[in-house]
Structures are given as C-alpha cells and as structure tokens.
C-alpha cells in the first residue's frame, strides 16, 4: 500500500501563472515531508520542506503547505517558468531517524508552456 | 568536484555477469543510502547506511549486495541480475539527524539483458 501518494501524474500550465502539485499521505507517523525535482538523466534535488509543526513554509516563489488533518500538502510554484519543467516528487519522512529515510510519490510532470 | 557522484552513468551486463555501482559523497555527511526508482514506479529506499554501519535492508534481494568502507563512499555489488533489475539506481546522502535532506547522485541506469 503506498504511503504517500500524487494522484496526478502530469501538469500543465501557463508561464508566469500558479502551478499546484498536490500530495496525500497515510502514515500518521510521518512528520517531515520535502518536494524534490528531477530532469531528465538527473538525480532529484531538494526543492523545499517543511515540519509538521508548521503548515506553511515559504522559499523565494515556491510554498509549500501543509494540512494535518487532512494528510495533504501541497507546492504551489508563483510565477511558474519554462526552467520549472520537471518531474516532482513529494517525499516523507518520520523525525527521530534518518531524513534522508524517505518514503516517496510517484510524481508529478509539469509542463510549463510560454 | 562536490556532491554526491555515482559511477558508472549507465550500465549494461547480462544475467550471469557481476559488476559493481559505485557512489562518493563530498559533502561530509554521516548516512548514505541506495534508492531505486523503476519505471512507472516511485523511488523505493534499498539500504541505509548510518556512520558506516548498515541500519536498514528493505527487503532487498541478496543478488544485490551493499557495502560501505567509510563514510564517503558506498557500493552496490551486483550478481546474476535478473531483466526485471533493469532500473535508475540512486546514490543519496544526509546528516545523521533532524530536519535535513537528503543529496542524490545523478544514479546509475541499469539495464540486465
């Protein structure tokens, strides 16, 4: 069964308007969460995360929120641009241990078009 | 050359080969890991190595086999793969402890013929 889920393999969108990734999980134990972003021939790199202590966590133009109750987090990508073209992947973690332990989505592709 | 570097890039060996991935972090962390990331499939945690010291082995075949002499530098020896193998093979690191991410190398692309 998978623990965190992006039910929603590809975006897309206009450049310079709000991209929205979307991102669920199960494990009430999960208390740490990080978006990475991944091109082609690439490893994924570390985009932004944010405790669960909090419910929003705010990097240059992307945020990330959080919503506990709902299990749900989100990163929204203001304005988007070409170079944000990617694959990005929510991932989780429990605190206590390792981070880098993570448990992650399948993905999202987005497509940011001119 | 800083980060995390895996070799070789891309990989092709036949079933009844053994070859060996190899993965160096310079970034003075303290845990590394194996992840695989098959097709159509999120990436999946293999091994976690913490200050050199296995801590986690999820349910990965022994066909695969880690090892990790020190703290910069992680190996996966391979043996008698199976096409089902074929997969991008990654190469993380992290500080022991709270609220850090993980590093990844650019991985490995396998492909078992």
């Known amino acids: 069964d998978q623990q965190v889920k992006q039910n929603s393999p590809s975006l897309s969108v206009q450049e310079g308007r709000i991209s929205i990734l979307n991102c669920d999980y199960t494990?009430?134990?999960?208390?740490?969460f990080l978006w990475y972003k991944k091109y082609p021939a690439e490893g994924p790199t570390f985009l932004i995360s944010?405790?669960?202590?909090?419910d929003k966590n705010e990097d240059g133009r992307f945020t990330v929120f959080l919503n506990k109750s709902a299990k749900h987090l989100s990163l929204h990508i203001v304005p988007s641009q070409p170079g944000d073209s990617a694959v990005y992947f929510c991932?989780?973690?429990?605190?206590?241990?390792?981070?880098?332990?993570?448990?992650f989505g399948q993905g999202t592709t987005l497509q940011v078009k001119p | 050359e800083t980060g995390v570097t895996q070799t070789p890039r891309h990989l092709v060996m036949g079933m009844t080969n053994k070859k060996s991935l190899k993965c160096e972090q310079h970034?003075?962390?303290?845990?590394m890991y194996w992840y695989k990331q098959s097709a159509k499939k999120p990436l999946e945690l293999m091994f976690v190595?913490?200050?050199?010291?296995?801590?986690e082995n999820n349910s990965v075949p022994s066909r695969f086999s880690p090892e990790c002499p020190n703290s910069s530098h992680l190996f996966l020896h391979l043996h008698t793969l199976q096409p089902e193998d074929s997969a991008l093979y990654l190469c993380?690191?992290?500080?022991?402890?709270?609220?850090?991410?993980?590093?990844f190398g650019q991985g490995t692309r396998l492909t078992v013929v």
């Open positions: 993380a690191s992290s500080h022991n402890g709270v609220g850090t991410e993980a590093f």
């Open positions: 494990n009430s134990m999960f208390d740490y």
């Open positions: 944010i405790s669960s202590i909090k």
């Open positions: 991932a989780a973690s429990a605190l206590g241990g390792n981070t880098g332990k993570l448990i």
């Open positions: 970034l003075g962390h303290n845990a």
């Open positions: 190595y913490s200050l050199e010291e296995r801590v």
